[in-house]
């Protein structure tokens, strides 16, 4: 269930955060959210399919894969009222907003039916979010519930650059915490646990030297 109290204080959180960022956030993220346009074209709804991104930020993710699929239906949710403000603005702008449906909620508890109508989704990704939720694994069981039938569910997130100089994952990592971002050390353990849990298949990769981890849950 989602209380308006819970919303708000995630939300005001994500709203100090991106109040200005979300003006120069496609432009300045396209140096470092590296691997999301790879899980993109990994989406490959079925026709007529139905796609959910918890954590949409600015519709970016969302405008490409609309454009990419254009038989599929897609739907966004954030919890910052000023990033959806700007994912509408983009969305119209594009041209899409017959395809995409935005809403308000927290990626811990959203109501699905409530938002959307839809129960279950073909395919639901998150892109660079679990990084700034503390629950994040309450995100990953609670979208895995969501997953239809022959559905995935597809996850891309900084990794623990364990393949790159120690230094530099020192600065990157300081520089995140200015943004409330934590990569996730465990997130591979808890992708692992939530396949077996839920009978899905895990496919795994670490790219770029550990920078950014990508991971499907098949069901
Ligand atoms: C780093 S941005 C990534 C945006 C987009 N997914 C992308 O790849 O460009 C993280 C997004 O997650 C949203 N977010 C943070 N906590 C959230 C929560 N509890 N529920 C839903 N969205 C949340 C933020 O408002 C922000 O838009």
Not at 51 to 69: D, M, W
Not at 145 to 174: C, K, T
Request: aromatic fraction near 10%; glycine fraction near 8%.
């Amino acid at each position: 269930m989602i209380t308006a109290r819970r919303v708000g204080d995630a939300g005001d959180h994500m709203d100090r955060i991106y109040r200005r960022q979300r003006h120069i956030y496609d432009v300045t993220r396209k140096y470092y959210l590296l691997g999301r346009d790879a899980m993109i074209r990994d989406l490959a709804p079925p026709a007529n399919g139905t796609v959910l991104e918890a954590g949409c930020g600015t519709g970016r993710n969302l405008i490409r894969a609309a454009q990419l699929y254009p038989q599929a239906r897609f739907f966004g949710l954030d919890v910052s009222r000023a990033m959806l403000e700007t994912a509408r603005a983009h969305v119209a702008q594009a041209g899409l907003a017959g395809r995409i449906t935005l809403a308000e909620g927290d990626a811990t508890d959203f109501d699905p039916v409530a938002l959307f109508g839809q129960q279950w989704f073909d395919r639901i990704f998150l892109s660079y979010t679990l990084s700034m939720i503390p629950d994040w694994i309450g995100v990953l069981d609670h979208v895995a519930h969501m997953i239809g039938a022959d559905g995935r569910l597809h996850l891309v997130d900084f990794g623990q650059q364990e393949r790159l100089p120690a230094p530099f994952r020192s600065a990157l990592f300081a520089w995140l915490r200015k943004f409330d971002v934590t990569p996730r050390p465990y997130l591979q353990e808890a992708a692992q646990a939530l396949a077996v849990h839920e009978r899905l298949t895990l496919r795994w990769q670490a790219k770029y030297r550990g920078y950014a981890w990508s991971a499907q849950l098949e069901r």
